[in-house]
């Protein structure tokens, strides 16, 4: 059965109320982690409209795949954060809140004051968290923040891809970077006020998140030092390992990471030992640096075996391998099932499935409410905010909710 937010088990942060001002993934894939231990997250959406990652697609039975993916366990009340009345409104929801979130345009918030310079002689113990494409300063602060154009910005797209081309990544990797330290930081900032009494704010933007995630590539080209060349799906500075075609047209991922796999490698699974004291990779440096080579050896030691017979070789060897899946592979994963990972979550569409959170506890169920229909919880929320069903009547006729 479905569960929902009212039935969900009481998390670390049960008590805690967020409020968001959030839209596309960020800043509501953060406040879902955060409603996912138990927060009560309620989303400020736009009348008529919504959250815009509500209409990027229509694949979740008519829902956008990225709204259900980050907006499970939440509450949605719809407001014109612009009209006359929604002042006092937000007012009275950032007295009840611990926590208020946004990743609206760069100025937005402090125009509707909710700032945290605003907002903190009154408001004490609240924790701000503003998101943003590059922070809230600097020369940058203005510009438009996409995620792909934050890709390309921190550097990520010279290092993926082929030589020729380069390539994003498949998903959303600088939203999820910055939604993840935004998660980090509020956790703690609650921890610190729970020692001080006193709240803090919280910035975080996509491009330091993901220059961050970008550390190993920026060492690597240390002090003018080359950067590590696009390889496809190979690593760039560790070989053999990736992607590397049987004789049955299967492809086996496969990874070496020290020499005594090396080693073994050539014995037990391309069953040629001597190659492994051959000079041209006898260390990772001089494989990478021959990495041409060491594949054509590597092709034609396959080019006899299935891919299932070349996996298990590999297994006997103890050589780390994948298969190369799809996503109907991955909803289908053996492991996930074994694991018992999946649960059911409640949309306006019917109950969809969804992965637990990864960080896995016995100390408390994780919640896993149901993801909201637009404006699903206006009513309730303005009733606990003291509005009589007269007021929010003209509130809704006259368009502010």
């Given amino acids: 059965m479905a569960e929902t937010a009212s039935s969900a088990a009481a998390g670390p942060l049960a008590g805690i109320t967020v409020v968001t001002l959030e839209h596309a993934i960020a800043a509501p894939f953060a406040t879902r982690q955060l409603a996912d231990l138990g927060a009560r ?31 499970r366990s939440k509450e949605s009340l719809t407001l014109d954060v612009k009209a006359p009345e929604a002042r006092e409104i937000m007012a009275r929801l950032v007295a009840r809140a611990d926590v208020l979130v946004q990743n609206l345009a760069p100025g937005a918030a402090a125009r509707l004051g909710l ?65 993840m330290y935004a998660y980090s930081g509020i ?103 021959n990495r041409e080579a060491l594949t054509a050896a590597i092709v034609a030691g396959f080019a006899g075996l299935s891919a299932a017979e070349v996996v298990a070789r590999l297994d006997a060897a103890g050589i780390a391998n994948a298969r190369v899946n799809d996503m109907h592979g991955l909803w289908a994963h053996p492991q996930l099932r074994a694991r018992d990972r999946w649960r059911e979550v409640d949309t306006p569409a019917g109950p969809v499935p969804a992965l637990l959170p990864p960080a896995g506890t016995d100390a408390f169920a994780a919640r896993m409410g149901a993801v909201p229909a637009l404006g699903e ?25």
């Fill in 41 to 71: 997250v309620i989303k400020v959406e736009r009348p008529g409209v919504g959250d815009f990652a509500r209409a990027y697609d229509d694949r979740v039975r008519g829902l956008a795949s990225h709204f259900v993916w980050c907006n």
């Fill in 115 to 179: 700032s945290e310079e605003a907002l903190r002689p009154d408001h004490p113990g609240l924790i701000v968290c503003d998101i943003s494409g590059y922070g809230g300063d600097g020369p940058y602060r203005d510009r438009k923040a996409y995620d792909l154009l934050i890709q390309s910005e921190a550097g990520f797209l010279s290092v993926t891809g082929t030589p020729e081309q380069p390539v994003k990544a498949g998903l959303s990797i600088a939203d999820i970077a910055a939604g």
């Fill in 187 to 289: 956790l703690a900032a609650l921890l610190q006020r729970g020692r001080t009494g006193r709240g803090s704010r919280v910035e975080v933007s996509m491009l330091e998140a993901l220059g961050e995630w970008m550390g190993f590539p920026l060492y690597y080209a240390f002090e003018g030092a080359p950067p590590p060349p696009r390889t496809g799906a190979s690593h760039a500075t560790i070989f053999p390992y990736g992607p590397f075609p049987a004789g049955d047209g299967g492809t086996v991922m496969l990874g070496l990471q020290n020499e005594r796999e090396w080693a073994v490698f050539c014995r037990d699974v391309l069953r040629e030992p001597a190659l492994a004291a051959d000079a041209r990779f006898d260390s990772n440096v001089r494989r990478v640096a």
């Fill in 377 to 401: 919880h206006s009513r309730a929320i303005l009733g606990e905010l003291g509005y009589d069903e007269g007021a929010i009547a003209r509130l809704v006729e006259s368009g502010t909710v």
